[in-house]
């Protein structure tokens, strides 16, 4: 079960294992919103109710070193496509490259990192670009942000929790392509 994170202004910022809301919430860093009705945290002395959302009490701070390195962040930073052949990827099917391979010297950063479809980090394997005979469509660097994908990676979709439907939705309104 999922736990859906809420901003001190109640946006949706990430969706958490449950395990990970607990423990924030033990922290004193949140608050819970929403619960399952049908879902328990259970101890030796404690029962609780699994968290449906919850809400930081305050608002995140960013940390000098600007966009934190991550799988996600580089999927967002390469615009979900794969940089060798410029094909969507979904984020099931998207692998982590090395430009230069970590067996050449290469290292695991903003500078050295792409995201790739199977066929194409197959194609590559443990070579250059150039020795593969393949183009990066752009060169990898370190974003100073990312683009606002925030409609993309929370609409509210089927399976979801009913609890996560009302924030969901609201960030679809706001924040969704209006027609003209």
């Not at 399952?36 to 609780?48: A, G, L, P």
């Not at 010297?105 to 790739?116: L, P, Q, Y």
Request: glycine share 6%; hydrophobic share 35%.
């Amino acid at each position: 079960m999922e736990t859906l994170v809420l901003s001190q202004s109640y946006e949706p910022v990430a969706r958490i294992s449950w395990q990970r809301a607990v423990m924030l919430i033990f922290q004193g860093k949140v608050e819970v919103v929403e619960e399952y009705e049908d879902r328990f945290v259970r101890s030796v002395t404690v029962e609780i109710r699994m968290p449906s959302v919850i809400r930081f009490f305050r608002g995140q701070r960013k940390g000098p070193k600007g966009v934190k390195f991550s799988r996600e962040n580089v999927y967002m930073r390469d615009h979900c496509r794969c940089q060798y052949c410029g094909l969507k990827v979904s984020r099931a099917e998207a692998t982590y490259d090395h430009v230069i391979p970590r067996a050449q010297g290469g290292r695991t950063s903003w500078e050295n990192v792409v995201i790739a479809c199977v066929p194409c980090n197959q194609k590559k394997g443990n070579r250059t670009p150039e020795h593969a005979k393949m183009a990066l469509r752009c060169a990898p660097v370190k974003p100073k942000k990312l683009p606002d994908v925030l409609h993309l990676s929370f609409i509210f979709e089927k399976g979801m929790p009913m609890s996560w439907a009302k924030f969901l939705r609201d960030v679809t309104y706001w924040h969704g392509e209006l027609q003209t």
